[in-house]
């Protein structure tokens, strides 16, 4: 767990205890993919940010602690009272508030947000032609988004299929596993959002593979699953797997 401590590439992160970063865990390093992230936002003390796919809550305590703002986490699978606990025992519970949403029926009023955040769920909800224009009612003019997912470094209509060692762990998933390229396509043909940035993270598989070492080492019963991602990391090398950053601004 030690090599989940990288301050030379994210210093903010590197200030959170792993294993409390691991007890929260539904998806790889997403304190990284956020930090990374933030680089191309302009994230304000004050600001009204929604984080959608909020999960246990992990990046939802790192965007109130960091940047000082006010925080809804939704999320459709996390209880709120669970994901609240964890807010409060981070002592932001005062900045933020939990609530379960699904991402197609958000409950919130129209230019509610400074801001929509996802970081390792977007992928789940937001590949439809249709779902930015509804996600963007939420976000008031000159509003900030910004997206973390997986990502391939070709589109798998491109390849062909699904390559052999991805499908054997993530299966069709894999066919939202899109390219920054393409995201920046799909948002930009609405002329709703100026895209700020579309790119992929630079040696994500390396990240990801130390954050499947080190779950394996902080929760031995999950060795099996944890060792089945390592193998497809470890196989693909950087060729396919990836994670795409996406930032816009509302037009």
Known sequence: MDDL????????????????????????NPLWLLEDLARDLDLRPGMRILDLGSGKGATSVFLAREYGAQVVAADWWIAPEEAQAVFDEAGVGDRVTA???????LPFEDEGFDAVVSVDAFEYFGTADGYLPYL????????????????????????GAIPPHIKAVVGWEAIAWHTAE????????????????ARLQDDTWQDWLLWARAGAEHRPGSGEANQAVVDMLTTDAGKHLSFALVTARKT
């Not at 792993?18 to 865990?25: H, N």
């Not at 609530?99 to 029926?105: G, N, S, W």
């Not at 963007?136 to 390849?159: N, Y």
Request: charged share 30%.
């Open 136 to 159: 963007l009612r939420f976000l008031r003019p000159d509003g900030q988004l910004g997206v973390a997912t997986p990502a391939l470094t070709r589109e798998v209509r491109e390849l």
């Open 5 to 28: 401590v990288r301050p030379d590439r994210y210093p903010r992160s590197s200030r959170y205890d792993p294993a409390w970063l691991l007890d929260l865990d539904m998806g790889p």
């Open 99 to 105: 609530v379960r949403a699904e991402a197609h029926a």
């Open 182 to 197: 393409w995201w920046r396509f799909q948002w930009e043909i609405t002329e709703l959002v100026e895209v700020t940035s």
